[in-house]
């Protein structure tokens, strides 16, 4: 329609160690490093500098509000390696919520993972104590607080290893490699406005 500029939206799958920004005056790696993008998207959420995995990229104000308002509650998913192994009372401390920065976390939902998943090893790889075990948890969040789920699992003794997002709301990962992105299809792009409560596609 005239008068209405094209949305985009991309997926990416964010490596460690790189901005959810376009520039930097530090000369460290940027979203510039990757796609080509078209020049009006950007990060709908962030991830940490240290945190690998989903990023959607869009020039959708609308969109990004609905994603990055905690009212609106959107479930993100991640891929957690702990420090140590959690018991099932830890495990249940995180699920009802613990208190990080003087104000309780959400419930959520968390399951520790009986193998190490299917992930790409880290560019730089983490560094492991041999006397201590690590173990990989699958948390979903309702609220997006700054460092939440690395907060989350030092106030319970276990520190965050690695952290990846695997799926924003029905939006997955799926078959992306670190550093590549592909574009939304167009039904792709209706469901998740519909899922977020908004017209049109």
Request: aromatic share 6%.
């Amino acid at each position: 329609m005239s008068g209405q500029s094209t949305k985009y939206f991309y997926l990416f799958f964010k490596p460690y160690g790189v901005l959810c920004q376009f520039t930097d005056g530090s000369g460290r790696k940027t979203l510039n490093d990757f796609g080509p993008f078209p020049t009006d998207v950007y990060s709908a959420g962030r991830l940490d500098l240290d945190s690998e995995g989903l990023l959607l990229l869009t020039n959708d104000h609308e969109l990004n509000h609905r994603l990055t308002d905690p009212k609106f509650e959107h479930v993100r998913s991640y891929l957690v390696q702990l420090e140590g192994i959690p018991s099932t009372k830890t495990l249940n401390r995180l699920r009802e919520g613990v208190v990080i920065q003087g104000r309780k976390t959400r419930p959520t939902e968390v399951r520790l993972l009986e193998q190490e998943p299917d992930v790409p090893p880290r560019i730089p790889p983490i560094r492991v104590r041999k006397t201590v075990p690590t173990s990989w948890i699958d948390i979903k969040l309702h609220e997006g607080r700054n460092r939440q789920i690395r907060r989350m699992t030092a106030s319970v003794g276990h520190p965050t290893l690695r952290l990846l997002r695997i799926a924003i709301g029905e939006l997955t990962l799926g078959r992306l490699k670190e550093g590549d992105s592909r574009r939304l299809t167009a039904e792709e792009m209706k469901r998740i406005r519909a899922e977020l409560g908004l017209q049109g596609g």
